[in-house]
């Protein structure tokens, strides 16, 4: 089984392969690569496959003013 993540502080997406039996402990160690976080919200496949296709490559280079900082 693959389960899905999303990290509340960073929105990094986290994804773990687990039986059903190790899904709890993996829950429980899993840390934020991106910024340490630990609090994490389950997602389903569908929702990032919608977010990936909505937004996934609008940010890149789409709108140049957003680069100024
Ligand atoms: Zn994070």
């Known amino acids: 089984m693959t389960y ?3 990290c509340t502080n960073c929105g990094e997406i986290v994804e773990i392969t687990c039986s059903i039996a190790e899904k709890d402990e993996k829950e429980k160690s899993l840390v934020c690569p991106s910024c340490g976080g ?3 919200v389950r997602v389903f496949n569908a929702f990032i496959a919608r977010k990936r296709e909505s937004g996934g490559m609008v940010s890149i280079g789409s709108c140049a003013c957003s680069q100024r900082g």
């Open 38 to 40: 630990r609090e994490f």
């Open 4 to 6: 899905t993540y999303t």
